[in-house]
């Protein structure tokens, strides 16, 4: 129990971290358009954990912000580059601060384990054993559940939550054998939003 809520005040906040990333990403490139940083560049400047890296930098590169060199060590990338859309993402204060807050809210660090609980979903849900039409749609839902959490916690809309949860634990008998993360997910948006 003690080092459960010592790792969750230690952990950071993954809009912190994404933010913190890109901004290093955009820093570099306005130095040098081709020049490309890899992991221990990141985890020598950003203070992150190799954890934190790679979980942040999949998610900007599926949102199309980072650019990811893979090499012969998945899922850990060789390097890392900002996108065209990284880049009007950073030089566009307004929605760069709306998308990643400088210094999140006290309801947004309440939610930071929420957070990581999410994106351990989405390994399992691409590891499930459906196939077809059903592996589809439960990709699709989880995308989905990402993005609405990706927004400010004030902005969730429970009831889009609660439907999408549904969705997903419908695909199985047992969600918690085959998503183990979907019942403690479900828990704590409970308890973020009441």
Not at 30 to 42: G, V
Not at 87 to 96: G, S, T
Not at 162 to 180: Q, S
């Amino acid at each position: 129990m003690v080092v459960a809520i010592i790792r969750r005040m230690e952990t950071q906040h993954p809009k912190s971290i994404r933010r913190r990333l890109l901004t290093t990403l955009y820093e570099r490139y306005m130095k040098n358009p081709i020049e490309m940083l890899t992991p221990s560049d990141f985890l020598e400047d950003c203070g992150v954990d190799r954890h934190e890296l790679i979980v942040n930098m999949h998610y900007l590169a599926d949102r199309s912000l980072v650019e990811l060199m893979m090499g012969y060590n998945p899922p850990l990338f060789a390097s890392a580059r900002i996108t065209a859309n990284g880049i009007d993402l950073v030089e566009n204060r307004f929605e760069f601060n709306l998308r990643f807050p400088p210094s999140p809210g006290e309801q947004e660090e309440s939610a930071t384990d929420l957070m990581w609980l999410m994106e351990r979903l989405v390994e399992e849900v691409e590891f499930s054993p459906l196939d077809g039409e059903a592996r589809k749609n439960l990709l699709r839902d989880a995308q989905y559940l990402r993005e609405e959490l990706a927004r400010p916690v004030h902005r969730w809309r429970r009831n889009v939550i609660d439907t999408v949860l549904d969705w997903m634990a419908e695909h199985f008998e047992d969600p918690g054998e085959a998503l183990p993360s979907l019942p403690p997910l479900r828990k704590r948006i409970s308890e973020t939003l009441p």
